[in-house]
């Protein structure tokens, strides 16, 4: 099955969306999230989440503490701040209104 | 809102960037082999094998070290860290070596706080804008360079008549207010009407109507003088000022509409300026009150100057309306001014007088120069503009020294440190990353020294204020620094660190790592290798000699101009200042008033003489009148538009104040109104008027020739100095005070009845002088309780006051000479020695070879000695094209002095020779067997 590497600039997007459906995860959790519910279609490269959480952390959108796996291994969970829900909002509106236009374009007359 | 997201931001980040990094590298290292090892899992249990499934996952996730690095990046300031490090760093090795970093931190803070000190008096005398509204609409008529009361045409006009200011008023619309004022303050006895206190002495300034509405100032309390207080018979107003109102009446509220007595005059005091308003010229005597304008002529009911079309006595500032055009506002101006000079000078008013209407026939030649009005009446930095302008730069040429010094330290520590540098190299160090280091080393010294330099700066310019100000009632700039003389400082200093900084930080990064650790770290130093630190040596010398060079010129002048011959004497003496108001002396009453005077002068005990007059030698005082000699067809002036100086003395003058009859005789007690009319002339009138005949017995007089046989000349006294002591001496004649002429010249009849007003009187005492202050003060008040007293100084305090300024400069300039020559030497000091511990090898084996003690201390001394020779060879021809800048500031000292010359010299010689003596007998005692052993 073919795999399509994900629109740039939608990663912020689709991870905070996780974190609002799913509420706090790991950042594999966050990957298989992503798949699973595009069912597979869209990819994450899978490395880049770990600088974007970085840079996510630092404009204050998600936060970060550390607990345990079900497999009891230590792992980073995120979670949404309310910052970051109000930029999950912004950047929704936004990408409808790109894919909205675009969907627009080419459509036949 | 958004702020504040910033913030957060940026405190996250801040927070990151104290965080350890070997932390932050394990946490995110832990989380991305756990995903690893997940995805690995789970290709596992689709069936491929564990060590394949290792692989693709590690495939899929990418290269975790550059992810690391780039999450890294993200999370903090990468730049911001590797600036923290090289702090950090040179923290650590500025902590390692104490002895250096105390050294340059003070040698900076020395430099960098003499800069400060003076851009901060540079900053509130020529930058700083006046506490008014929108200061820059506001423009100056004229560049301010003359003040006082000037009759005739000035060319470039400063000065206005009221007439004068009236037209220009009104016929320049671009102003949307353009006020006049009093060009200097003006002395003022005011009591509380019906209160018991005497008369206290105050500053006044008459300005028009509209003069607080043009500067945009608001009362702090009462109101302020409007258009309505300023007209023909309003009752005369005042304002007065916030300071004078809280030192002087304890800021009681209730003086606001109180009638005061100004001169015995009733003015109304209708309310206080606010705070920082000091006027509309930063001096060191604001006024304490403004009056309206139009109640000068109540003031001088004599000879007032308020209709006077031709005397010239009021400053005028304008706010101009927005997008006015200064240039074009200036050409109209001028304009006007012809326009009005043509219809008052050449038409009309000099009915007939032929010399005066050519004199005036030329009015292209008048002009009026807008000036920006910003920072308000320009004239009090006349005054200090050479001084300020010689202590700038006498104060760079310190700081450069001290970088230089700096620098010096720096690159011998580079040297030093070479062998570390080459390692570095070597192991893959970047050169970019090694030359940031060093240049963090100096910015990081600059720093300590740039805010230990604040803090000498502030305690600096308190002092310098407090010099320059001695004897002023006020201060009118703030030492503290303001923030334009904090970011002045930081720029210097950011500047200063790049300067020392740059060269050792590039030589750091040259050096090839193979050939210095083959070298064992340049110990075999070559002469070639110190080329650097010599050149700067001889910079410094170079620098160090001007400043020495000017220092001396400054003290040499000072000395002459204090110790010369003022043609008068200054032991035993003193004189007060003191103002007759016209409308309580008519001049039918003075004649009474001067003999009481005279008699109550000499009851005082210890009195050996009393006179008064209207000028005291060095007062500042005097007048020019035009004079004619009988029997000489045409009296030349003495240039363009000078006339001799005229001053109306008692008797027991001269001998009062101590100047030697040449000639004949002194004005005495015989010559009374009603006597003979006699003048006693200086040897300078006598040199310029009477070059080849006798004087005395001839006749002259003032103004035209028909006066030509008013007075007698019955003696010639010895020149004194009444002006400016720095200045050629002024031919001056003398008259008896009540003595006078009938004048046809309304004017002319108005200026001889206030030439019998006295302004001075002065005493000669047996003893101390100083203690003879208030028993001519109580005198003075038994007399007239209303008799405004200005100052009572003895005439030493007369002479010194002349010098407040050229001593200031002369004592900045000497200890900045004296900076300038301990940091040279230290800096000399620093190289010798340094020098020394790197031949160290190479001194050993010439001992080892035969080479005695003496020897070596000369070869050590002739290195030091070049470097000298070269600065000086240099410092010379520089010296002696520099000091031609600064010979406004000179008196009686030719700016090639020789003996200035070969003291700085020698000065300069001789600091080097101590400095590098130490050094070199720390050489001579180098153990050979020792110093080669090391190798």
Request: proline letters at 5%; glycine letters at 8%.
């Amino acid at each position: 099955m073919p795999r399509d590497e994900i629109p740039p600039g939608t990663l912020y997007m689709l991870i905070l969306r996780m974190l609002e459906r799913y509420g706090e995860l790991h950042g594999f959790e966050i990957a298989k999230a992503i798949e699973q519910i595009s069912r597979d279609i869209l990819q994450v490269e899978e490395g880049s989440l770990y600088p974007a959480l970085q840079r996510m952390l630092v404009k204050g959108w998600v936060k970060a503490r550390w607990g345990t796996t079900a497999e009891n291994r230590r792992a980073r969970y995120y979670r949404l701040t309310p910052v970051g829900k109000k930029q999950l909002a912004v950047e929704l509106e936004q990408f409808e209104r790109v894919m909205g236009a675009v969907a627009r374009v080419i459509q036949p007359a | 809102m958004k702020t504040i997201e910033k913030l957060g931001e940026l405190g996250r980040r801040l927070r990151l960037l104290f965080r350890s990094r070997d932390r932050f590298d394990r946490e995110m290292e832990e989380e991305m082999r756990l995903h690893r090892d997940l995805r690995a899992h789970e290709i596992q249990d689709a069936g491929v094998p564990a060590e394949e499934a290792q692989y693709a996952a590690q495939r899929r996730f990418g290269n975790t070290l550059r992810l690391r690095e780039e999450g890294h990046a993200a999370s903090g300031w990468i730049w911001l860290e590797r600036i923290a490090h090289d702090v950090r760093y040179g923290l650590r090795r500025l902590r390692r070596s104490p002895g250096f970093t105390i050294t340059a931190v003070l040698t900076l803070a020395l430099g960098i706080g003499a800069n400060t000190a003076i851009f901060t008096l540079i900053h509130a005398l020529y930058l700083k804008s006046l506490p008014v509204t929108r200061p820059s609409e506001l423009w100056s008529l004229g560049d301010d360079q003359v003040g006082g009361t000037m009759g005739g045409l000035q060319g470039n006009f400063s000065l206005y008549s009221y007439p004068l200011y009236e037209y220009l008023r009104d016929h320049t619309p671009e102003f949307s207010d353009l006020a006049a004022f009093q060009s200097r303050p003006m002395d003022v006895s005011v009591r509380r009407a019906g209160g018991e206190r005497p008369a206290e002495h105050y500053f006044s300034e008459f300005v028009s109507g509209n003069y607080f509405r043009t500067f945009g100032v608001q009362p702090f309390a009462g109101r302020t003088i409007t258009e309505a207080d300023d007209r023909a018979n309003s009752s005369p107003v005042a304002v007065i000022n916030y300071r004078t109102w809280s030192s002087r009446f304890g800021a009681d509220p209730s003086i606001i509409g109180e009638t005061f007595l100004f001169q015995g005059l009733p003015v109304t005091v209708i309310g206080v300026t606010p705070p920082a308003f000091f006027g509309d010229t930063l001096r060191p005597d604001p006024p304490d009150f403004w009056i309206s304008l139009h109640a000068e002529p109540l003031f001088s009911p004599g000879n007032s100057l308020f209709k006077q079309w031709n005397e010239y006595w009021l400053y005028s500032i304008g706010r101009l309306k927005p997008g006015a055009d200064p240039a074009q506002v200036q050409a109209h101006v001028t304009g006007e001014l012809r326009q009005w000079l043509t219809e008052n000078y050449v038409a009309g008013r000099f009915n007939g007088d032929a010399y005066i209407a050519s004199r005036y026939q030329d009015t292209a030649a008048q002009h009026i120069k807008m000036m920006p009005g910003r920072a308000g009446v320009a004239w009090e930095r006349y005054n200090y503009h050479d001084g300020l302008i010689l202590l700038m730069t006498v104060s760079a040429l310190v700081l450069l020294i001290a970088c230089a010094n700096i620098a010096n330290l720096l690159l011998a520590r580079s040297t030093a440190d070479r062998v570390q540098t080459a390692i570095r190299l070597a192991l893959g160090a970047a050169r970019a990353r090694i030359i940031r280091q060093v240049l963090t080393e100096g910015l990081l010294v600059a720093l300590l020294g740039g805010a230990f330099g604040l803090w000498i700066a502030f305690q600096g310019t308190r002092a310098i204020l407090r010099l320059g100000f001695y004897a002023s009632t006020y201060i009118p700039i703030d030492a503290r620094p303001s923030l334009t003389v904090l970011g002045f400082a930081l720029a210097v200093t950011v500047l200063t660190g790049i300067i020392f900084g740059a060269a050792p930080a590039w030589i750091a990064s040259r050096g090839n790592p193979a050939d210095l650790m083959r070298s064992g770290g340049g110990r075999t130093g070559t002469e070639r290798s110190l080329l650097p630190l010599k050149s700067l040596l001889v910079l410094q010398v170079t620098f160090c000699f001007v400043l020495l060079v000017g220092t001396g010129l400054l003290t040499k002048s000072l000395r002459h101009s204090e110790y010369q011959q003022f043609g008068f004497q200054t032991q035993g003496r003193l004189m007060a200042r003191i103002d007759l108001p016209q409308p309580q002396y008519p001049p039918a009453r003075l004649e009474d008033f001067y003999r009481r005077l005279e008699q109550r002068l000499t009851q005082v005990p210890g009195v050996i003489s009393a006179s008064y007059s209207n000028y005291s030698p060095l007062d500042g005082g005097g007048s020019e009148e035009p004079v004619s000699i009988k029997g000489q067809a045409t009296v030349p002036s003495l240039g363009e538009t000078k006339w001799p100086a005229e001053n109306r003395v008692s008797a027991h003058y001269f001998e009062t104040i101590g100047t030697r009859i040449l000639r004949g005789r002194p004005i005495d007690e015989h010559d009374t109104a009603r006597s003979q009319h006699v003048a006693v002339i200086d040897e300078s009138f006598a040199r310029f008027y009477f070059p080849d005949e006798d004087p005395i017995g001839r006749h002259m007089g003032i103004q035209t020739a028909e006066h030509a046989g008013d007075y007698e000349i019955v003696g010639i006294v010895e020149n004194a100095k009444y002006f400016d002591p720095t200045l050629d001496r002024y031919p001056t004649f003398f008259l008896p005070l009540l003595q006078e002429e009938h004048y046809s010249d309304t004017a002319e009849e108005l200026e001889q009845k206030s030439t019998k007003y006295i302004e001075s009187i002065q005493l000669r005492v047996t003893g101390r002088p100083e203690d003879f202050r208030d028993s001519l003060h109580s005198a003075l008040n038994e007399l007239d309780p209303n008799l405004d007293i200005e100052s009572i100084r003895t005439f030493d305090e007369q002479v010194g006051l002349q010098f407040t300024r050229d001593r200031l400069v002369t004592k900045l300039t000497g200890l900045y000479g004296f900076l300038a020559l301990i940091l040279a030497s230290i800096g000399l000091y620093g190289v010798a020695s340094y020098s020394v511990a790197r031949r160290k090898n190479e001194i050993g084996i010439r001992m080892a070879l035969g080479a005695g003690r003496a020897r070596v201390i000369s070869m050590v001394l002739r290195a030091v000695m070049k470097p000298i020779a070269l600065g000086l060879t240099l410092g010379i021809p520089i010296a002696l094209a520099g000091a031609r800048f600064v010979t406004s500031l000179l008196y009686g000292v030719k700016t090639y002095d020789p003996l200035v010359f070969s003291v700085a010299v020698a000065a300069l010689t001789l600091c080097a020779a101590v400095a590098a003596f130490i050094p070199a007998r720390r050489a001579a005692s180098i153990d050979p067997n020792q110093a080669l052993r090391t190798e």
